[in-house]
């Protein structure tokens, strides 16, 4: 580190606000950007009316929750999110080098001290601009930056066999589920006609009948001092976090959940988000609440979640926009579902939870893996950009 010098970010970079809505222009939004992977996601983010114009080679960097790092270089002109810095660096600089240097731990860390505590964290130039760090020579930066390129890409091609081949098992547990409860556990069993839109054939001695011939809705208002909230996600229900933000109303303002019974989101942007609950507590007024009567809640849980039953779910509700669109509990009451004697549902969710423990096992076993490598390469890029660990820089 003999030839690195101490500098600011504002001695390094500018910063650059020019505002533009030229539509022709590729947009970013922060959502399209990876937190720590300087990837872009496409998504349907569109410009709010307030974007800032980018040249290629420009370093951008997201200012709300800063600790998230989300830093990016396009490739091409483009229009971004006035959540961004927009940091053109200068003559000194290389770009690829300030990008890492924002990815690295050590910066990540000190802005995240530095927006603790406020309520919507964000950075700000007059702040960033300040924070001093060691830098290379123009020399050194490039080859750090190849440098890190080249192990990053490494380390990012087995985070990317990680991550498919969880995907795989992912699917295969889908799979297991939406054949076990639309098809039952012998193969072998006789069919009949349904006349379910979307599970055309069932096994003989199965019943159909409207959801609320299995289920009474649960409306009883309580307030969540009483009961704690819960939170109802993709992975089913759960005690609600600490971070989120707490609703503060007095009263009782939400629906009272026991355990066993099931919840749904009856709103389209949560497709998905449901499950039979394994505690007590409450959720929002948004939600449906049933109590199992005639169904087994551990099949209950497994069969509303299979994909061919929430598509169906969600294509019987109404609304303006998918943003709006809900299926509200008039409406699911009378939706018909296929369901096995009680004896055999005890049977299927009883399958259903040794053969999905095991792939859940298997999944969880390659997300740390995943995690671990994501850790490696955060250190890597640390160590580098921070003159902890040498690399060669000679030019070949």
């Not at 349907?44 to 420009?58: A, M, Q, Y």
């Not at 601009?129 to 080859?143: K, N, R, W, Y």
């Amino acid at each position: 580190m003999n030839n690195w010098r101490k500098c600011r970010i504002k001695d390094a970079v500018d910063l650059v606000s020019v505002k533009s809505e030229d539509l022709s222009l590729p947009y970013i939004a922060l959502d399209n950007i990876v937190s720590w992977d300087a990837q872009f996601i496409p998504s349907e983010s569109t410009t709010d009316g307030n974007s800032n114009e980018c040249e290629p080679g420009d370093v951008l960097f997201g200012k709300l929750r800063p600790y998230l790092a989300k830093a990016f270089i396009p490739t091409v002109k483009s229009i971004c999110s006035p959540e961004f810095l927009v940091m053109r660096p200068n003559k000194g600089t290389h770009n690829k080098f300030m990008l890492y240097f924002f990815l690295s731990k050590s910066f990540i860390a000190y802005i995240r001290n530095q927006v603790a505590g406020t309520k919507m964290p964000r950075t700000k130039w007059s702040d960033l601009g300040s924070v001093s760090f060691m830098l290379p020579t123009i020399d050194e930066q490039e080859a750090i930056a190849a440098y890190l390129d080249r192990e990053c890409e490494k380390i990012g091609q087995q985070i990317e066999l990680l991550e498919r081949k969880a995907d795989a098992y992912k699917r295969l547990r889908r799979s297991i589920i939406n054949r076990a409860v639309t098809r039952g556990l012998n193969p072998n069993t006789p069919l009949k006609p349904s006349g379910l839109r979307w599970n055309t054939y069932i096994p003989e001695n199965w019943s159909v009948g409207r959801i609320r011939n299995y289920f009474e809705f649960r409306n009883e208002k309580v307030s969540e001092i009483d009961y704690a909230p819960l939170s109802v996600t993709k992975n089913g229900v759960v005690p609600q976090m600490d971070n989120v933000a707490k609703s503060m109303a007095e009263g009782d303002t939400r629906k009272k959940v026991c355990k066993d019974d099931f919840v749904v989101n009856s709103r389209s942007d949560r497709k998905g988000s449901c499950g039979t609950s394994p505690m007590d507590g409450s959720v929002s007024l948004i939600y449906i609440v049933l109590k199992p009567t005639q169904i087994n809640p551990k099949f209950a849980d497994y069969y509303f979640r299979c994909n061919d039953w929430v598509e169906e779910f969600y294509r019987n509700g109404k609304g303006i926009v998918a943003d709006l669109w809900t299926t509200n509990y008039a409406i699911m009451r009378n939706i018909e579902i296929a369901v096995p004697p009680y004896i055999e549902q005890q049977q299927i969710a009883a399958y259903l939870d040794e053969k999905c423990g095991k792939i859940d096992a298997i999944i969880e076993k390659i997300g740390t893996q995943v995690e671990r490598l994501k850790e490696l390469k955060r250190s890597l890029i640390n160590e580098v950009v921070t003159g902890k660990r040498a690399i060669t820089t000679c030019k070949p």
